[in-house]
């Protein structure tokens, strides 16, 4: 234990870091908080990127290849937070701002957040286009397909 006066030296640093929003001595308690976040995120992109590869090798057309794209996207942004929490390529400084990681974690994410709901999208539309629910018989009659 210190003397009260070197503790009351370092209680400036130590809220200067918290006001800039870095502090060594919190970070490993915010990078803990970080891993089950990425871990919980891991299932519903790998759902949706899973779902959009199928799509698009059955169809092979352009809204399920953005909607591919676009899921790729999103699981990209769940990699960047595991990196993050497992402290893996330090060299990209995750979590920084204006850093390498902090630019690919945030174009990844505006990219999947623009790409998959846009092939989602055009698909429905085409979709809709190119196979109607209820066409009409040779004799008038509906027929439901």
Not at 17 to 46: D, E, H, I, W
Not at 56 to 74: I, N, S
Not at 81 to 108: I, K, N, Q, R
């Amino acid at each position: 234990m210190g003397s009260p006066l070197s503790q009351s030296a370092a209680a400036p640093r130590v809220v200067g870091a918290l006001r800039g929003g870095y502090c060594p001595f919190l970070q490993s308690r915010v990078m803990n908080a970080t891993l089950p976040k990425a871990l919980v995120a891991v299932v519903p992109a790998g759902i949706l990127f899973i779902g959009s590869v199928l799509l698009f090798l059955r169809e092979r057309t352009l809204g399920p290849f953005l909607q591919m794209l676009g899921a790729g996207c999103l699981v990209m942004v769940v990699l960047t937070h595991l990196c993050e929490a497992l402290h893996l390529f330090p060299w990209m400084h995750w979590g920084s701002e204006h850093s390498v990681g902090h630019y690919l974690d945030l174009g990844s994410a505006v990219l999947g957040l623009t790409l998959f709901p846009v092939g989602y999208l055009l698909h429905a539309l085409t979709k809709r286009h190119a196979n109607p629910i209820l066409r009409r018989g040779k004799n008038g009659t509906h027929n439901f397909h």
